[in-house]
């Protein structure tokens, strides 16, 4: 998590999160701390409110039967999750994401899996319409306690250069 202290007055300090287009350097390895264990409670809410219907996630006795032999947690949640992870990291100062590529679900997370991040820059380039910006694309890996990768995929993201954030302009 890149954190700083902006003075905004005397004797007073305002903390302010993210990366600058000019911060990121491909090949960079971003760890995204803290980790999140899953429960249950998050997986059958997330389920509910995305209106996702399939019972491998919310019915004990249907998934018990499934090869997993218990409830799943909804991909989308350990998505959602896992970028959330990296946005401290990624694009906590991002003007906004321009694109997802290649998700890739390789394992089953379930209630009480505890799930890390990390990101790798795989680009960077000044942006060719926006002259305070450039554009950045990463991908991220989201991990178990154990090691085990269960998702990944890369973004790109539009940052601004330096001196050119809202929290900059705005006196955020």
């Known amino acids: 998590m890149v954190a700083t202290a902006k003075q905004?007055?005397?004797?007073?300090?305002?903390?302010?999160?993210?990366?600058y287009f000019e911060d990121f350097t491909v090949g960079d390895t971003y760890e995204h701390r803290p980790g999140r264990t899953i429960s249950e409670a998050d997986?059958?809410?997330?389920?509910?409110?995305?209106?996702?219907?399939?019972?491998l996630h919310?019915?004990?006795?249907?998934?018990?039967?499934s090869e997993f032999g218990r409830p799943i947690v909804n991909s989308c949640l350990t998505l959602s999750i896992v970028v959330g992870m990296s946005v401290s990291d990624i694009s906590q100062k991002a003007v906004g994401n321009l694109g997802w590529n290649d998700i890739k679900l390789v394992a089953p997370v379930f209630a009480g899996d505890t799930v890390y991040a990390e990101t790798e820059v795989l680009a960077k380039r000044e942006s060719r319409k926006r002259p305070t910006q450039g554009i950045v694309t990463?991908?991220?890996?989201?991990?178990?306690a154990d090691g085990t990768?269960?998702?990944?995929?890369?973004?790109?993201?539009?940052?601004?250069?330096?001196?050119?954030?809202?929290?900059?302009?705005?006196?955020?």
């Not at 990768?149 to 955020?172: C, N, Q």
Request: charged share 25%; no cysteine; glycine share 8%.
């Open 8 to 19: 905004v007055g005397e004797r007073r300090f305002r903390e302010s999160y993210g990366r």
């Open 43 to 55: 997986n059958t809410w997330f389920t509910l409110l995305t209106m996702n219907q399939h019972p």
């Open 58 to 65: 919310v019915d004990a006795a249907y998934a018990a039967k």
């Open 138 to 144: 990463v991908r991220t890996i989201g991990k178990k």
């Open 149 to 172: 990768v269960f998702m990944s995929f890369e973004r790109t993201v539009l940052v601004p250069k330096r001196g050119h954030a809202v929290d900059d302009i705005a006196g955020y």
